[in-house]
């Protein structure tokens, strides 16, 4: 529940000078289950009542269908292949259209991506990945808490010995290690999504300016 995210997350970032307040600690939590949703889509079997035809709504708050069963609790399961349904965009909200089928008036059972869930009452997270998501929310705050301290000026009394540098450093640091933590527990690479690069070779042009032409030994200019 939220509280036992709480509770961990404070654990994690120790943060004795208060700099972190409750509204602070749940925007983090907050965007950690945002983040956790992305890279662990949580999936939920819904049935719903096709009223016939070939369309459906939309499940409310659905992010995407997955899969479509139909006919229900059949063996072996009648899922349609991808290409038999698609996504509308209607002014009214989206819809699911059916390419080949004709649905009776009947349940369709659905596999759909939701948000995740973690209130109070509701946590619809794995407890193994609870520290993973723990980490992610402590790594923001730690960058938040390295962006805050940045601002702090050196003092002018010589006696303090203070180097207000290093706090700014040891957050950012902190907060790298966490982020890492939360990809290492979930066994992903945080280069995932990062765009394919290829090298080319561009052909060099003769003295000239033109192009080269070569044949085994030989060579002409153009």
Known sequence: MLSDYQVLVNDMIRDSADRVDAEQLDRAIGLAVIQYGKDRPREV???????????????????????????????????????????????????????????????????????????????????????AVGSYAAAILFDQMSADTSTDGN????????????????????????????????????????????NVTMPSRSTTGHRRLTHGRHRWWL
């Open 45 to 131: 079997v819904e049935d719903i009542v096709s009223p016939g035809g070939k369309i459906l709504d939309m499940p409310q708050n659905a992010i995407r269908v997955t899969s479509i069963e139909y006919p229900v609790a059949e063996f072996p399961i009648s899922r349609l292949h991808s290409d038999q349904w698609g996504i509308y965009k209607a002014p009214d909200g989206e819809k699911i259209i059916l390419d080949v089928h004709t649905l009776m008036a009947s349940y369709v059972r659905l596999t759909v991506v939701r948000n995740h869930i973690l209130t109070e009452t509701d946590d619809t997270i794995p407890s193994v990945d609870r520290e």
């Open 155 to 198: 003092p002018t009394i010589a006696a303090d010995t203070v180097n207000h540098q290093a706090k700014p450093d040891s957050f950012a640091k902190r907060a790298e290690r966490l982020r890492t933590r939360y990809y290492d527990l979930l066994g992903l690479d945080p280069k995932r999504v990062q765009g394919a690069s290829v």
